[in-house]
């Protein structure tokens, strides 16, 4: 019995020391995309991660990376006040926390079925147009998705 209890011991201290060893954990790299290439409705660069991809999708363009990163960004601003009041009235996928609430930007976790979910909303001024964004509904993401999606959008500046 004490065999055991220190093999699992010292299994559990060398998992810590890799962890430790390994260091913090890096994002994906994260490289300019042009999403005049996808429409020239939108003559903007943003960083997104690397291997992403814009498409036209219906006048917006779909920036989208895997499952976890899918950005719809539109050609005009969203209405951040109105969608905060139609978050917090939401029955269905209920609000637990705005983690970003600003002026230009939601960032907040809801439940759905008790399970936790989050997502974006966001605005940015870039060569004298605001464009809005948010992170395409249905698919759930986690905290860090829906903050890299932000963190992206939020890179938007005009196309030189």
Known sequence: MKKSIMVIG?????????VFAAGPQAGPKLVP?????ASDSFPVVMQAPEGATAADDFGN?????????QVEVSSSAKDIESLKKEI??????????????????????STVMGKSEFHFVANVKAGGTTFGAEDTKGPVYNRADAE?????FQTL????
């Open 33 to 37: 995309l042009d999403l005049s290439k």
């Open 157 to 160: 500046t005009a196309k030189k």
């Open 10 to 18: 010292l299994i559990f201290i060398v998992s810590c020391w890799a």
């Open 61 to 69: 363009v779909l920036i989208k990376k895997g499952a976890n990163f």
């Open 148 to 152: 890299l999606m932000l963190k992206c």
């Open 88 to 109: 917090k009235a939401n029955t269905l996928n209920k609000l637990k926390a705005f983690l970003v609430e600003t002026a230009d930007a939601l960032l907040y976790e």
